[in-house]
C-alpha cells in the first residue's frame, strides 16, 4: 500500500515538473518586448496558446466619416481618416472584431484579462461580440476626456469620452489579477471609481512626424498607466494587437512589464521602436505596489497571545474607547454583553450584523490607542 502511494506521489510530482518545464518554454519562446509586422490575427494565431496575462486593444473605431471636418474659422480638421479605419459595413467590421476577438481569447491566460476601448461608433457592436464569444465582462470604464475635441459642426453633444470594456475569459474564470488595495492607494484612500477623468494626449506627449500627428488615435500613456498598474503584476507579458504608436509598450516598459505589439504598418513600428528605446524601466523597489489583502498570509488573533504581542486579560478599546472587551487566553475576547471572536464581540457591541475586528479594536500603548492591524502587520512582515 505505502509502495502504491510512493508511486502515486512521484507520479503526481513528475506531471508537476513536466507541466512547469513547459511552462517555462512557452515563456521563453515568447516573442518579448518586440514588435512583430503584421496581421493581427495571423500574428496571434501563431502565439502559443494561453501565451499571455493581459490584453490592451485599441481597435479600429469604424468612424464611418463623410467629407473631410472644418474648423469655424475654416481650418481643416486633422480626423481620423487612415485606410485601416475603413471597412465595407458593419458586416466586415463585425467579421473582423469577431476573428480578432477569437485570436485573442485563445493566447489568453486562463488567469488573464482583456481591455478593450472604444467610442460610441464600435463599442456596443465589440461588446456584443465579446459576450457572444464567452468572455465576462468585469466592468465597463468610461475615460472622460478634460480637453475633448468640439463638435465643429454644432449638430451633436460633443463627444466627451470613451469606453473600457475590462473582461476575463468567462464566469467561472476568477482567478485574474486586480489590485484593489495599489488602486485604492492611488485614490487616495478612495475605492476607484469606474468614471476615469483624463486628457486626451497633447502637447509633448504627442508624438510629431514632420510637424503632423504621428498617429490619428494616440492615447495617453496616462490611461495605460492606470490599466496596467490595475490588473497587471510586474514581470507580466502585455499584449497589445493594435500597438500603433506604442503607447501600451513604453509604458509597460516603465512598470517593469514585458510587451509584445503586433502592427503592419512600418510608418508606426519605426514610430513606438524610437519611443520605447527612450523608455526607463523604473527599480524594484520604485515598483512595489501595495498588495491584495486576500494575498496576505492569514494571522489569527491568537497569534498576537502566543507570541507575547498581546497578553492575556489585556483591554481591547474600540473608537473612541467607546466599548471595551477582554482579551482571554484561547484567543477570545469578553465584554459586557457577549463573549467569542475578536470580529463577534465587535459585532455585537455594536449591534452590528458584521465586524473586522482587526481594523475596530486597539489597545492602549503610552496613552495613545494603537490598532491591532499593526500588530498582524508586524506578524505579517516577518513571516515573509
Not at 3 to 10: A, D, G, M, S
Not at 13 to 21: G, S
Not at 73 to 83: E, G, L, M, P, Y
Not at 87 to 101: I, P, Q, S
Request: aromatic share 8%.
Amino acid at each position: 500500500m505505502i509502495q502504491k502511494i510512493n508511486i502515486k506521489y512521484k507520479t503526481a510530482q513528475a506531471a508537476k515538473l513536466r507541466k512547469a518545464i513547459a511552462k517555462k518554454v512557452v515563456q521563453d519562446t515568447l516573442p518579448k518586448d518586440k514588435i512583430l509586422k503584421g496581421d493581427c490575427i495571423e500574428v496571434m494565431n501563431s502565439l502559443p496558446e494561453k501565451s499571455v496575462d493581459i490584453i490592451f486593444a485599441d481597435p479600429p473605431y469604424n468612424l464611418q466619416l463623410k467629407g473631410e471636418l472644418h474648423r469655424p474659422d475654416n481650418s481643416k480638421v486633422d480626423a481620423v481618416n487612415d485606410s485601416w479605419d475603413q471597412f465595407n459595413g458593419f458586416e466586415a467590421y463585425d467579421k473582423f472584431t469577431h476573428e480578432w476577438l477569437t485570436a485573442a481569447r485563445r493566447v489568453l491566460k486562463d488567469t488573464g484579462t482583456i481591455w478593450v476601448i472604444g467610442s460610441y461608433h464600435n463599442i456596443y457592436r465589440v461588446g456584443s461580440i465579446i459576450q457572444d464569444i464567452g468572455f465576462w465582462v468585469l466592468n465597463d470604464i468610461v475615460w472622460r476626456k478634460t480637453n475633448p475635441m468640439p463638435n465643429f459642426r454644432g449638430t451633436r453633444f460633443t463627444n466627451a469620452h470613451e469606453t473600457l470594456l475590462w473582461c476575463n475569459k468567462g464566469e467561472g474564470f476568477n482567478k485574474y489579477t486586480f489590485n484593489y488595495e495599489a488602486m485604492k492607494a492611488f485614490n487616495d484612500d478612495i475605492q476607484m471609481r469606474s468614471d476615469w477623468v483624463i486628457p486626451i494626449c497633447s502637447g509633448k506627449e504627442r508624438l510629431k512626424v514632420n510637424g503632423h500627428k504621428g498617429h490619428s488615435t494616440q492615447k495617453p500613456e496616462a490611461l495605460l498607466y492606470r490599466v496596467l498598474l490595475s490588473s497587471s503584476n510586474k514581470g507580466d507579458v502585455v499584449l497589445d494587437p493594435f500597438f500603433g504608436s506604442g503607447t501600451t509598450g513604453a509604458v509597460a516598459k516603465k512598470l517593469g512589464r514585458h510587451f509584445i505589439g503586433i502592427e503592419r504598418e512600418d510608418k508606426y513600428i519605426k514610430l513606438a521602436s524610437d519611443r520605447i528605446k527612450a523608455v526607463n524601466t523604473l527599480s524594484d523597489e520604485d515598483l512595489e505596489i501595495t498588495p491584495a489583502k486576500r494575498s496576505l498570509p492569514r494571522v489569527p488573533f491568537g497569534t498576537l497571545i502566543e507570541n507575547g504581542m498581546i497578553k492575556p486579560g489585556t483591554i481591547l478599546f474600540g473608537p473612541g474607547k467607546r466599548h471595551l472587551a477582554k482579551v482571554r487566553a484561547d484567543g477570545t475576547v469578553i465584554s459586557a454583553e457577549s463573549k467569542g471572536s475578536i470580529h463577534q464581540v465587535g459585532a455585537s457591541v455594536q449591534n452590528a450584523p458584521s465586524c473586522n475586528g482587526w481594523t475596530f479594536w486597539n489597545i492602549e500603548v503610552n496613552d495613545n490607542l494603537v490598532s491591532i492591524d499593526n500588530l498582524r502587520a508586524e506578524v505579517r512582515a516577518a513571516m515573509n
